[in-house]
């Protein structure tokens, strides 16, 4: 599988060549009526590989300040130290080690970047993949040419 950013910010993830067998290991499009096709289990089965050799991860919703159950794809930036006040349940939390002065303290990485599939309710995204040969996660992140615009429209 390979991955691209859209013109529109859009993350498009497709199939390469070979890898339809590889990825759904002989499943007929039958099987897509099947409840653990469109399963979060085997979402996560589907993608593992691409996840495991790039850096987009799974990203609960809490994570990027989000209101839903959609499925998340993030790229983090790098670790730093939770601050003072900052809950760590509405953090992505990757470890506890000592900081530069010698204290032990919680790190945390913030996210970049994050897309996700808005249709989870209608299918997933491993039956667009299937179908298609690609699936389609929107943008989280307007882009900031559009955020100036809007700030400067409403501070006249």
Not at 76 to 100: F, S, T, V
């Amino acid at each position: 599988m390979k991955y691209e950013t859209l013109p529109s910010g859009d993350l498009k993830i497709s199939l390469e060549k070979g890898d339809r067998k590889r990825v759904f290991d002989g499943r007929r499009p039958t099987d897509l009526k099947k409840p653990n096709f469109c399963s979060d289990d085997f979402m996560c089965e589907v993608f593992e590989q691409l996840i495991a050799n790039c850096e987009l991860t799974w990203s609960r919703p809490e994570y990027i300040g989000a209101l839903t159950s959609a499925p998340i794809l993030a790229i983090y930036g790098d670790e730093r130290p939770l601050k003072k006040g900052e809950d760590p349940a509405y953090h992505y939390i990757c470890g506890r080690w000592e900081d530069r002065a010698g204290t032990l303290r919680t790190w945390t990485r913030d996210p970049v970047q994050a897309w996700g599939f808005m249709n989870y309710a209608i299918r997933s995204p491993q039956e667009d993949l299937f179908n298609d040969g690609f699936v389609i996660f929107q943008s989280g992140n307007e882009p900031a040419e559009k955020e100036l615009a809007h700030a400067q429209d409403t501070h006249v």
